[in-house]
Nanobody, 118 residues
Framework: QVQLVESGGGLVQSGDSLRLSCAAS????????MNWYRQAPGKERELVAT????????NYADSVKGRFTISRDNAKNTVSLQMNGLKPEDTAVYYC???????????WGQGTQVTVSS
């Protein structure tokens, strides 16, 4: 059974930092592009950051460039999102997503809440 489990969310103030982690199991981790999405109430789920299988290529939404960093550890089957300089508009449920680079089969975690107060 494939599982993606996010952790690290919480309530912080503007300007604070958080590090989200996602632990994957039940899949060959290195075959998957890993993504972080987020969704605020009433909003579409949006792609925040992505990292390809070897951890070399990354991409970010314009709104988080320069503040967020995605990384992965294929030996530990984890992907992280370091979030610095958090803003209230970053408030959302953050989801870990695994996207198979060959088959494009996708899996989702259950999400972790990030709330940034002003």
């Amino acid at each position: 059974q494939v599982q993606l489990v996010e952790s690290g969310g919480g309530l912080v103030q503007s300007g604070d930092s958080l590090r989200l982690s996602c632990a994957a199991s039940g899949l060959t981790f290195s075959l998957y592009t890993m993504n972080w999405y987020r969704q605020a109430p009433g909003k579409e789920r949006e792609l925040v950051a992505t990292v390809t299988g070897a951890g070399v290529t990354t991409n970010y939404a314009d709104s988080v460039k320069g503040r967020f960093t995605i990384s992965r550890d294929n030996a530990k089957n984890t992907v992280s999102l370091q979030m610095n300089g958090l803003k209230p508009e970053d408030t959302a449920v953050y989801y870990c997503n695994a996207d198979n680079a060959i088959s494009r089969v996708r899996y989702w975690g259950q999400g972790t809440q990030v709330t940034v107060s002003s």
